[in-house]
């Protein structure tokens, strides 16, 4: 890779820029007092000259055949200052300033005109590209003390500093819940904090792959250093930056087209069971399962249909009914209604060769196509051959909405469920129509789950009344995906090592902007959970923003609440306690959409000035108020604990009993089978709600108390 040099920089109103040596121009432009922005435009353009991740919350949602990567519009564009230091240009606001050196190219961010040094470029070479495959490389200056967070779904401890990791979806089933890398997101975001206790966000805006290297690579003549590597894509990268993590994740959210509010029924407990749908008589199996929740006292506000209402053997056919199975599945989902249940529908963007609609699809040219034979690309889906839909064709797009509506929606389903959207389509000449401008698959594989999901929030949205929110999940997906969906750390596999480490995938995610994130409750793959792994493995994920109970075994087993009697009772109660902290969970959905906070949290964005809280642990705050530690071990029975420090040493309080425990200390408390730890900060005040007279818990309960806690 060869090391650029820049020309003398070029103030300008919005920043400064400098032609290097191969004539492409940099541009560093001030959009807020604390976000900057960085462009390499080359000679001949822009790769990926339009962008669908960036959409200001003021502005409204990217256009759907996306935005102009020099699009400005829904910026503040403060004024800023030029001032020359020593023969070198520092340009900023009065929160924000860069040092811009040409020779070699490298840039200094600081916050404020002298104020403490934020981020650097690596002083012997910042910017590179490798003129062999196109490769992008950004190396910046890396401190030991340094944390790093973000990048989405990613596994192992919550400080990313020493990993190397890709961004790039994958249909992972079974990955290693601590060390698997990439999972199914595409998430080229690092939240970092400096050793002088300083907060910083650094997105960089492609789709294409990105490997981020945050300390592994170590080479004598550079110093230490970290680096992104961009395949075949363009440097653009926005620097955000603030005193607390919270500041710099609300930017960096902002940016990117705020939150879904989603359906408050969403928020309630939901089950989903592959083996349920997959079952020859996958119909009755679904009507025993509406009765033995209301026999076993469970409140379930949503039933999840996996695949097999559309299956033939193992293949699945989007938007077909078996009626084999399903004889009259209109009845059925009136029955679910009737229980309170609303329906979610999995839906998958491959057709298999011998679908009923495959033919027609093809020959509109609705297909990712190889562009040298112009024809679909086939590759192996679900235990078959298939090819993928291509979301960037307007009509293909249209196509789906109507299949959509008349196929699921009109059989009775409230929303629809994107899956297996990682289109890690692997032919290196497919292309796809872009919108009447073509991409190269490789340019848009993330772009598919965004745009898969975009379509089905839409068509979802115009059979609503206006205002009345949309629900919708997917799996896979980059930037942008979080304005329409639900997400969640995908096809885990049964084990105490994956209950522990998912904890932390939730709170990357959550760092990394996405907020409605949650696992699958008692693992999706693998053997079904013994008693005490599924009791604690409910307690850990009764206070995700999603709790869906989901899996998939060998032999048609499924995780069920009642499947293990011994322990039913503390299944259910954990599910109820869900539902009495109903209230306060809502509005938490409601300030992660206004004011773009996380739901989940790890205790040092609560607590950022408690060094304790960045130890790596298995806690989490839902919200600022409550703390949860959840057990991950088999066979606890008590519960190691550090409560960060409050204000004029104000104790926290223990949910359940009202006990007192001092703060900025760690503790041991009791931790019976039945029972998740959870403490309250002194002098919060949690709306808590019950269940109607005769009747089970239900999303909307009434608040019934007001409770305060403190001594």
């Known amino acids: ?101 040409p020779h070699p190219l490298r840039l200094e961010w600081q916050a404020g005109s002298g104020g403490p040094d934020l981020l650097s470029d690596r002083g012997t070479s910042a910017y590179l590209r490798e003129k062999r495959t196109g490769a992008i490389r950004h190396c910046l200056q890396r401190n030991t003390a340094e944390r790093y967070y973000g990048l989405g779904d990613k596994t192992g401890p919550l400080n990313l500093h020493g990993r190397r990791l890709r961004t790039g979806g994958m249909d992972s089933l079974g990955y290693d819940p601590e060390h698997g890398d990439p999972l ?3 998430w080229p975001f690092v939240l970092s904090r400096t050793p002088q206790g300083q907060w910083l966000g650094l997105y960089y805006d492609t789709l294409s792959t990105c490997t981020f290297d945050l300390g592994c690579e170590h080479d004598n003549y550079h110093g230490f250093y970290r680096y992104v590597d961009i395949d075949d894509g363009d440097l653009d990268y926005y620097l955000m930056v603030g005193q607390t993590p919270a500041e710099v994740v609300a930017q960096f959210v902002a940016l990117i087209g705020g939150t879904a509010l989603p359906p408050r029924w969403s928020v309630g407990y939901a089950q989903t069971a592959m083996g349920l749908a997959d079952a020859p008589d996958a119909q009755a199996q679904l009507d025993a399962f509406i009765d033995k929740a209301r026999d076993h ?53 491959c057709l298999l060769d011998d679908h009923p609609a495959y033919a027609l699809v093809r020959d509109r040219q609705w297909l990712i196509e190889n562009a040298v034979t112009q024809q679909p690309v086939v590759e192996p889906f679900w ?3 298939g090819s993928h839909l291509d979301f960037t064709h307007p009509e293909a797009y249209r196509w789906w909405q109507q299949q959509l509506a008349e196929k699921v929606l009109d059989y009775g389903l409230d929303a629809g469920w994107n899956d ?141 609440p009642w ?45 950022p000035e408690d060094e304790a809280c960045y130890e790596d642990c298995d806690d989490f705050m839902l919200g600022d108020a409550l703390l949860a530690a959840p057990v991950v071990c088999p ?25 007192l425990w001092a703060s900025g200390q760690m503790h041991t408390v009791a931790a019976p089978l039945g029972r998740l730890p959870l403490f309250v900060r ?27 806690f403190g001594p």
Not at 525 to 552: I, T
Not at 653 to 659: E, I, R, S
Not at 682 to 708: V, W
Request: proline share 9%; net charge positive.
């Open 563 to 607: 499947m293990h009697p011994e322990v039913a009772a503390e299944v259910i109660d954990a599910i109820r306690l869900r539902y009495r902290l109903m209230p306060y969970l809502w509005s938490l959905f409601e300030q992660a959409h206004a004011s773009h906070s996380p739901i989940l949290r790890p205790t040092f964005f609560v607590f």
């Open 1 to 101: 890779m060869k090391p650029w040099h820049a020309q003398e920089w070029q103030q300008s109103v919005q920043g400064a820029s400098a032609l290097l040596e191969d004539q492409s121009q940099l541009t560093v432009r001030f959009l807020s007092e604390t976000l900057a922005r960085v462009t390499l435009k080359p000679q001949a353009g822009y790769r990926e000259p339009r962008t669908w991740a960036i959409a200001p919350v003021l502005q409204g949602d990217a256009p759907l055949q996306g935005r102009s990567r020099d699009d400005l519009t829904g910026f503040p564009l403060p004024p800023i200052k030029h001032q020359v230091q020593a023969g070198v240009l520092q340009v900023g606001t009065p929160r924000l300033s860069v040092r811009l050196h």
């Open 420 to 560: 297996n959207n990682e289109y890690a389509i692997q032919d290196e000449d497919a292309s796809v129509h872009g919108f009447g401008e073509p991409l190269p698959m490789h340019r848009s594989r993330p772009l598919q789950a965004l745009l898969m999901t975009r379509a089905t929030y839409e068509a979802q949205k115009s059979r609503l009344a206006p205002g009345e929110p949309v629900f919708t999940v997917t799996r896979a997906g980059p930037p942008g995906i979080q304005r329409y969906a639900q997400t969640w750390s995908g096809d885990n596999t049964t084990s105490w090592r994956t209950l522990r480490w998912n904890i932390r995938t939730g709170l990357q995610m959550s760092l990394s902007g996405l907020f409605n994130v949650g696992h699958d409750v008692g693992g999706f793959y693998g053997p079904l959970p013994e008693p005490e792994l599924f009791v604690r493995w409910v307690q850990s994920c009764c206070l995700n923003p999603r709790m869906v109970m989901n899996s998939w075994k060998e032999g048609g087993a499924s995780n069920l």
């Open 184 to 186: 199914y997101k595409h």
């Open 635 to 659: 066979g606890e029975r008590e519960r190691r604990v550090y409560l960060p420090q409050l204000p004029q040493g104000q104790p926290w309080v223990d949910f359940h009993d009202g006990t």
């Open 297 to 349: 006292r469970i409140p379930v506000s949503a039933f999840h249909y996996g695949s097999g209402y559309s299956s033939r053997g193992k293949q699945r056919y989007v938007f077909t009914w078996n009626h084999q199975k399903f004889p009259d599945p209109k009845a059925l989902n009136e029955k679910f209604h009737a229980a309170g249940m609303r329906l979610v529908a999995n839906i998958k963007p």
């Open 682 to 708: 002194s002098g919060a005040q949690l709306p808590l709600a019950n269940p109607r007279p005769g009747q089970l818990p239900q999303h909307d309960d009434p608040i019934t108390e007001l409770k305060s």
């Open 383 to 385: 235990d078959g051959q």
